[in-house]
């Protein structure tokens, strides 16, 4: 018996979903839990799988729809059976039937050839190849010099001769999925509030010297010691219990600051950047932080981020300094208030006791929405992180 497979809910996320990829096609075989498709919302990428053995009868979705949650992308059963009753009446596949004697008006789909009003006019396989070879229709209008319609030969051609000589050749790439999702909120980001970037460094020789004497120990246990991220973050919380303006949102009016601190921690992916979260952070043992941060990278990578994992960060941290990236400007993740970057770890020396010694710092970026924070406040924090890292026992408490 066919069945509709629908669009999910994908965790506690609400609004519409995009279908990014049909990862089988209309006639194909399947068998019960094959991935059929890939959709995405709000940063968290899922599959959908099929519900049952069988065929796939009808996609009623394209790739890169946008559809809002229970919608019907496509009927999956028996091969040949009706599943008529099983379209909805919205849907373009369900077309009503004419009343009997009812006249058929013929209707010319062919385009007319290009005039002289600039719009580049081409055939349907013309269409199809420029697709499939990532070629940009203006180019083959360009090469063939004329401005009659593009043919499926002219794609060809121009992809076998290759672009007009002082031509750059390049690809093109809809703007879909999490990218797009992410293009909307650092535009809304930018717009939207009033940034400003602090930036300092930090002498963390003292912590170190302290990671370096606990490495010892815990390899000698056959653990993995808490990275530098993992510390950093441990001390980041630890010093917004100082500072609890900084770990607000601000949204409709709307000043709301927290009682539980709660991290967005930014992990780029192939197709992006998410933030899943590390709740109560300032209350957890830096291996308890260590565990988590590491799990979430591996369910990050592995695609298996859930809405879940997402939901109810207050406050965002982000560590380029791995790619000796020493300070940045990062954009706030609204509605907080305030997000922070790590730098890299530098080593440079220092005249102690008229000796010349090396020691280590660090850069920090943070960038505060202004409308809520002042300089003041953000500077006092940064303050109060050096403190911390600079008495790094307590980070092990």
Do not use: C
Not at 206 to 233: C, F, T, V, W
């Amino acid at each position: 018996m066919a069945v509709q497979v629908k669009m999910p809910k994908l965790g506690m996320m609400e609004g519409d979903i995009q279908l990014v990829s049909w990862e089988k096609r209309e006639g194909d075989a399947v068998t019960e839990g094959d991935v059929l498709a890939t959709v995405e919302s709000q940063k968290i990428t899922n599959n959908i799988e099929a519900p049952i053995t069988g065929e796939i009868l009808k996609v009623l979705i394209m790739e890169g729809e946008t559809v809002p949650i229970g919608t019907v992308l496509a009927i999956v059963g028996e091969h040949g059976e009706d599943f008529s009753g099983l379209i909805p009446s919205a849907s373009p596949a369900a077309k009503p039937e004419e009343p009997a004697g009812t006249p058929t008006i013929q209707i010319s789909t062919e385009k007319p050839p290009a005039g002289d009003d600039g719009v580049i006019k081409a055939s349907p396989v013309a269409k199809r190849l420029a697709r499939e070879h990532g070629v940009n229709l203006e180019d083959v209008a360009a090469f063939i010099g004329s401005s009659r319609r593009i043919q499926g030969d002219d794609v060809l051609a121009y992809v076998e001769e290759g672009p007009a000589q002082g031509t750059p050749g390049y690809t093109e790439t809809k703007l879909m999925g999490m990218r797009k999702t992410i293009a909307e909120r650092m535009l809304y980001s930018s717009k939207e509030t009033a940034p400003v970037v602090l930036m300092r460094s930090v002498d963390i020789s003292a912590l170190h010297d302290l990671r370096q004497q606990k490495k010892a120990e815990y390899e000698a246990r056959g653990q993995k010691p808490p990275s530098i991220n993992d510390l950093m973050m441990k001390a980041a919380a630890l010093a917004l219990e100082q500072h609890p303006k900084l770990n607000s949102t601000f949204e409709n009016g709307v000043i709301r600051t927290y009682e539980d601190i709660n991290f967005n921690m930014a992990i780029a992916i192939d197709t992006g950047l998410i933030t899943p979260v590390i709740r109560n952070i300032n209350k957890l043992h830096i291996d308890e932080i260590s565990k988590k941060a590491k799990e979430l990278g591996q369910k990050a990578n592995a695609g298996t981020i859930s809405g879940q994992d997402m939901q109810g960060g207050t406050f965002t941290v982000t560590n380029l300094g791995m790619l000796g990236i020493e300070v940045s400007t990062p954009i706030l993740n609204p509605p907080q208030v305030a997000i922070m970057a790590f730098g890299s770890i530098q080593p440079y020396l220092v005249l102690e006791n008229g000796q010349v010694v090396q020691r280590y710092k660090t850069f920090f970026s943070l960038t505060l929405d202004h409308r809520i924070v002042d300089g003041y406040p953000g500077a006092q924090y940064l303050y109060t992180l050096a403190e911390i890292l600079q008495s790094p026992e307590q980070l092990w408490l």
